[in-house]
């Protein structure tokens, strides 16, 4: 059984940061493309980013570039996602992801029905 748990959400000023966290068990991360998603309050979920499984292909939302980062621990079998700079509309349900299909050791997919597990998510909140 494959489990992922997030943590690390929580409410922050405007320009702060939170670093939220996802732990893997049942799969490791080394055979594991992670990504993480947002659900704004009362919209879609949305991809965020995602790190392919060989940890060397990263990708993001055009709307973090430069102020999120996602990377990942082998040993601890986590994923993280660093938020600088945040802003209002960061604010939602933060989940991971993971992408169980042994396609291309780089690929890193962008849509939710691409994924095979998710978590339950943390919340992040954006004062003004």
């Known amino acids: 059984q494959v489990t992922l748990v997030e943590s690390g959400g929580g409410l922050v000023q405007a320009g702060g940061s939170l670093r939220l966290s996802c732990a893997i068990s049942?799969?490791?991360?080394?055979?594991?493309?992670v990504g993480w998603f947002r659900q704004p309050p009362g919209k879609a979920r949305e991809f965020v980013a995602g790190?392919?499984?060989?940890?060397?292909?990263?990708i993001y939302a055009d709307s973090v570039k430069g102020r999120f980062t996602i990377s990942r621990d082998i040993a601890k079998n986590t994923v993280y996602l660093q938020t600088n700079s945040l802003e209002p509309d960061d604010t939602g349900v933060y989940c991971c992801?993971?992408?169980?299909?042994?396609?291309?050791?780089?690929?890193?997919?962008?849509?939710?029905?691409?994924?095979?597990?998710w978590g339950q998510g943390t919340q992040v909140t954006v004062s003004s």
């Open positions: 992801a993971a992408d169980a299909d042994w396609g291309r050791i780089s690929t890193v997919k962008t849509l939710i029905s691409d994924y095979d597990y």
């Open positions: 049942g799969r490791t991360l080394g055979n594991t493309a």
């Open positions: 790190i392919s499984r060989s940890g060397l292909t990263t």
